[in-house]
């Protein structure tokens, strides 16, 4: 059976005797070794973290198990965010697992299919604005001080604690940190959360390195890489359509103490990056996840030296989530009568 996150990494969390160790089979996800793309770009060892192995299918679920049990913790009965899509079907399942009403606020335009299906499933109460991501943080932040309602959302630092552990679980299975992580950038809690991780493991002597961090955001939501704030974020990968990120300064931090770098993809690279997960490493992550890809391939084109170097990209949620980009994106199946010449024919069999 699956520790889960709290048990597993109890030293390294805010855990206390009154701490509920809930979980719902969270972490220990597949860190599994490039089959094609390590040689094409000729780096030493280069591995997918698949964070869409997680109970609701994203990373999110490693922060939320721990925001959950401390809002259980300190009596809390309702949370609250806002989301692009995973925070609230990762909130809204914890929250109906382990009691607490989940109130979510989403950006009407772009929430993926198979997300919004899930907040429904789990029974969270579901608000779609009009108006991004950003405003829908907005309205959390101002509904949660003025109510006793947990926010949820990656600003809470519980989340952060609980994402750390990917960190942990890299460093555990390598042996040590590998030289570059790769990692799509939205929000920009992720980032911030795996660079604390990989600075406690070391200065735990878990670890002797650290890895330059390399985060990627979409080109039409770079407010990191511009230095501005974008008003009107636009991007296929619809987890990372941010325009004003809540950690900016952590992902800042995590690339200038790391030697690391923060760029940006444009769409055709991340749907690029996608396909070639899928079809030629067996793996189907979301549009977002395809970034950290498309960081890699775009990086060592530009020259960076990869050779010997352990490489880990995350792909941070499933491909399920978003069925309608892959379908739209995709050659639709051949439509044939239900005879065997016809197919053998269509199959280029005879
Ligand atoms: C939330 C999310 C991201 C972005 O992570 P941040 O912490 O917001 O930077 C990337 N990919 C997926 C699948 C996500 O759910």
Redesign the pocket.
């Known amino acids: 059976m699956k520790q889960g996150v709290l048990l597993r990494y109890r030293q390294f969390l805010p855990i206390t005797p009154k701490t509920p160790m809930i979980t719902l089979g969270e972490g220990d996800t597949p860190l599994v070794r490039s089959q094609r793309l390590e040689k094409e770009i000729g780096c030493g060892e280069l591995y997918f973290k698949l ?2 192995c997680n109970p609701t299918g ?3 679920d490693r922060g939320m198990v721990v925001a959950v049990a401390k809002a259980v913790e300190g009596g809390s009965r309702a949370i609250m965010c806002a989301s ?4 609230s079907a990762s909130a809204a399942a914890y929250g109906a697992r382990f009691g607490l009403e989940t109130l979510v606020i989403v950006p009407r335009a772009g929430i993926a299919l198979g997300k919004l299906a899930q907040a429904l499933a789990y029974g969270a109460k579901i608000i779609s604005i009009d108006g991004s991501f950003d405003d829908a943080l907005s309205l959390v932040r101002a509904l949660t001080q003025r109510y006793p309602i947990t926010v949820v959302n ?1 600003i809470n630092p519980h989340r952060i604690e609980g ?1 750390k552990t990917a960190a942990f679980e890299i460093v555990d299975a390598l042996g040590d940190a590998p030289d570059y992580l790769f ?11 795996y660079w604390k991780g990989f600075l406690e493991y070391q200065r735990a002597g878990r670890s002797k390195s650290t890895p330059g961090m390399m ?1 990627f955001q979409a080109e039409g939501a770079a407010p990191i890489v511009q230095g501005r704030v974008i008003e009107e974020p636009r991007t296929v ?1 619809s ?2 359509r ?1 325009g004003n ?3 900016w300064k952590g ?1 800042v931090a995590a690339r200038d103490e790391s030697g690391g770098r923060i760029d940006s993809v444009s769409d055709e690279e991340i749907l690029s990056a996608y396909r070639l997960l899928g079809s030629s490493e067996g793996i189907f ?2 549009p ?2 395809a ?1 950290s890809v498309a960081g890699l391939v775009k990086v060592a084109r530009q020259g960076l030296e990869l050779k010997g170097k352990k490489v880990v990209c ?1 792909i ?3 491909g399920l ?1 978003d069925p309608d980009t892959a379908v739209e994106i995709a050659q639709p199946p051949a439509e044939l009568p239900a005879d065997i010449a016809a197919i053998e024919k269509s199959l280029g069999l005879v």
Do not use: R, Y
């Open positions: 964070e869409g994203s990373f999110k692009t899509g995973n925070t990656s994402q990692i799509p950038v939205g929000n920009a809690g992720n980032i911030t959360a985060g990968a987890a990372i941010i990120p809540a950690s992902a992550g979301e977002a996840s970034a995350i941070t949620g499933s989530k």
